[in-house]
């Protein structure tokens, strides 16, 4: 579980990234979850954007995708939402807090 100061350190390191993944109109598939779990795999923190046309709003992803890959979440703004899982890859720059 996340403390306030670790999220607000990775609010602040996602603000800079992009959009890694998209969710669309078919939601949630097997496919793009596998796809955010191997990015949460090589970088830790990935951003994700819900285009208009998904079921899902952003902030029901951010849940539903947290629970199911055993990520922490970090925020949900708009469209947009950001998860954390450690990682145990080698050879990657992992945050510290």
Do not use: P, W
């Not at 306030?4 to 603000?15: E, F, P, T, V």
């Not at 795999?41 to 951010?62: F, M, P, Q, T, W």
């Amino acid at each position: 579980m996340l403390n306030s100061k670790q999220r607000a350190k990775l609010r602040s390191i996602a603000s800079n990234i992009s959009a890694t993944t998209i969710v669309g109109k078919d939601g949630l598939t097997e496919t793009v979850l596998k796809q955010i779990d191997g990015e949460l795999y090589a970088r830790e923190l990935v951003k994700i954007s819900v285009l208009e046309g998904a079921e899902l709003s952003a902030k029901d992803c951010l849940k539903f995708v947290a629970e199911k890959l055993k990520a922490e979440e970090v925020c949900s703004i708009g469209r947009k939402f950001v998860l954390y899982k450690l990682s145990n890859k080698k050879g990657i720059k992992h945050i510290e807090f």
